[in-house]
């Protein structure tokens, strides 16, 4: 335990001095704010974008403070999986081209000890991000649209949080198998585009999919609870989370231990 919480802060003084924890948050803070911010003012972007003519009048149906939080969670489905596969593709990678790896692993440090270490510090930083963003997003949501009630709220972001476990999970098992930064970030992100439209084509044979967790927070927000299978995309969601991370500590022993 006590080589475990020595890794874990190394990692998090680390993501300090690179700036990890300034850059990713302010990214995806402002990726979430844009969506009520955007949508609440559309009528006069688009009148004072587009060249129409004299006495058009623009009518755009105002949306409800749950369908804004449900387009942030689609914003966050593209722009912020790709930026949190982006901050943590290195977390591995670095150390073993600086020479850090061999280093540690010379210490009597576990094979278990130092994956946990890297998918926790990376996790922690990815969900710090994602809940300032949501919370920021629903206090904008309440001030320019109707209230969203708070246990709503985080029960949604509950669920979508389980998405970003998986994100984290992906790349730490493929830092394990690659040792460039930019193939970790290509198998990962081929790997959770391919689970997203393979969900798509195969609905029926993938109602288990943690693609469909965006589904089911929007369905929160929308009707206050899960979707028909809901538990069953939690549970596999966490399963597949967990095996990655066993797949990763067995891939790390097998190639790295001294």
């Not at 409800?64 to 982006?86: K, M, P, R």
């Not at 990376?122 to 969900?127: F, Y």
């Not at 198998?177 to 790997?191: E, H, K, N, P, Y």
Request: hydrophobic content about 50%.
């Amino acid at each position: 335990m006590k080589n475990f919480i020595t890794l874990f802060t190394k990692e998090m003084q680390e993501s300090m001095r690179n700036g990890k924890w300034i850059w990713l948050p302010i990214v995806i803070i402002i990726i979430g704010i844009t969506q009520p911010v955007t949508s609440y003012y559309m009528p006069q972007i688009i009148e004072s974008a587009g060249n129409l003519p004299e006495g058009t009048v623009i009518e755009i149906p105002i949306p409800s403070g749950e369908e804004v939080l449900a387009g942030t969670l689609g914003q966050y489905g593209t722009l912020a999986t790709l930026l949190f596969v982006l901050a943590s593709m290195s977390a591995i990678s670095n150390e073993r081209q600086n020479g850090t790896l061999t280093l540690v692993m010379a210490r009597p440090v576990m094979a278990v000890q130092y994956i946990l270490s890297k998918w926790a510090a990376q996790l922690v930083i990815a969900l710090v991000s994602l809940i300032l963003s949501f919370v920021l997003t629903w206090y904008y949501t309440n001030l320019l649209f109707n209230t969203v009630d708070w246990s709503i709220m985080l029960a949604s972001l509950g669920v979508y949080s389980l998405w970003i476990i998986l994100i984290i999970s992906v790349t730490i098992f493929t830092g394990t198998l690659l040792r460039t930064s930019g193939g970790i970030a290509g198998v990962s992100i081929s790997f959770l585009a391919l689970l997203t439209v393979s969900t798509g084509l195969f609905t029926k044979f993938m109602e288990w999919s943690p693609a469909k967790l965006r589904e089911h927070a929007t369905s929160i927000l929308m009707q206050g609870e899960l979707l028909e299978n809901g538990l069953l995309v939690i549970s596999a969601t966490l399963c597949l989370s967990l095996l990655l991370v066993l797949l990763a500590t067995f891939n790390f022993k097998r190639f790295e231990q001294f």
